[in-house]
């Protein structure tokens, strides 16, 4: 029997062709590689996926969302392109990232290239200058997420006057959860909603999905958190504690066990954020200090809260395979943890 991420994979992948098509609609000859290099380096397609599982689910069919769907997922993967380059990233998935492979001119280029694309593939959609204004606010919204996650970052980029003009030394739980549902959760919404006007569906099955997707979002990133600090480095595959290494205290735990540390272990933690290079054993030694508080704990309950709250959303679907597949991805997004 398929899992449910091996199912979502399969509708996910629907939409390569599409981006494989538009993405080389005027793209020169000796610049085609380097465009699709990012989409060729693969990733789960979970929020196209998400838009065709949606559309499904609400009634409609396939091919009614295949654009909708490869617009999200091109959007997903621009914001991509432009962290690599912000954090300097130069692997992605095992692969040199694309302005690692390519140089830093050219992936400016080639997501500037996407960008464009996004709104040619949305022209294909049934309402373009709807689809066009949902996902213009939700990339604007993206990007101020992004900047605020820059924002919440404790040291680095000394060379950014506008980073180091308005760093937060303090970031609240509220300041928190405005980042991620803007930096992720909306995207994950807009793929839902997307599906569900891609099947002309009734206003409350579009807010019923829109709520899905924003309380399966926030969920996603809340485990994201939790498992950087906390994972398994032969599940993940990559180090833990990377967060605390690039001097975030935009990740949940982290600000939930800086909330109720000691003064003096608070300290402990916020000088080695604060520190402009962070060993591997600063790493390991703050969480122990983040292990011994309730932070986990309570981050868990505010990721399952979310879950809850994705799946209450589901109530008003007519029950069916796809409502089911929706079903079981919150279910996984509890649970994960890879």
């Known amino acids: 029997m398929q899992s449910v991420l091996e199912v979502l994979g399969e509708l996910g992948k629907a939409v390569d062709p599409i981006m494989i098509e538009f993405l080389l609609k005027d793209a020169s000859p000796e610049f085609q590689e380097a465009v699709l290099y990012q989409i060729k380096m693969g990733g789960k397609r979970i929020r196209p996926a998400l838009t065709v599982a949606s559309c499904l689910a609400a009634g409609g069919n396939i091919q009614d969302s295949l654009h909708a769907a490869a617009a999200v997922e091109l959007a997903h993967n621009y914001s991509l392109i432009l962290d690599d380059i912000i954090d300097h990233s130069e692997l992605r998935r095992g692969l040199p990232t694309v302005w690692k492979k390519y140089g830093i001119s050219t992936a400016i280029l080639v997501a500037v290239h996407y960008r464009e694309t996004i709104s040619q593939v949305l022209n294909h959609t049934r309402d373009p200058k709807l689809f066009n204004e949902i996902l213009a606010e939700t990339i604007k919204l993206l990007t101020d997420g992004e900047r605020l996650d820059i924002l919440f970052e404790q040291a680095g980029r000394s060379d950014e ?13 509220e300041d928190y959860l405005k980042m991620i549902e803007r930096k992720t959760a909306k995207l994950i919404e807009t793929s839902c909603v997307f599906g569900a006007l891609s099947a002309h569906a009734d206003k409350n099955i579009v807010d019923a999905l829109k709520q899905y997707g924003y309380n399966l979002g926030m969920a996603f990133q809340i485990g994201d ?20 290494k690039e001097h975030k205290l935009g990740n949940i735990v982290v600000l939930l066990a800086v909330e109720e540390l000691e003064s003096s272990e608070k300290e402990q933690v916020l000088s080695v954020l604060r520190k402009d290079d962070v060993s591997w054993e600063e790493v390991s030694h703050v969480i122990k200090l983040i292990s011994k508080t309730s932070a986990r704990q309570k981050a868990e309950k505010l990721k399952k809260e979310y879950v809850d709250k994705a799946v209450n959303a589901l109530e008003v679907l007519p029950r069916g395979k796809y409502r089911d597949i929706l079903l079981e991805l919150a279910s996984f997004i509890e649970k994960r943890d890879f």
């Not at 006057?161 to 739980?173: A, D, G, H, M, Q």
């Not at 958190?225 to 605390?244: L, S």
């Open 161 to 173: 006057p506008y980073i180091l003009e308005n760093r937060y030394r303090k970031v609240t739980l």
């Open 225 to 244: 958190d939790i498992i950087d600090i906390f994972g398994v480095e032969e599940k993940t595959g990559k180090k833990v504690g990377g967060d605390i």
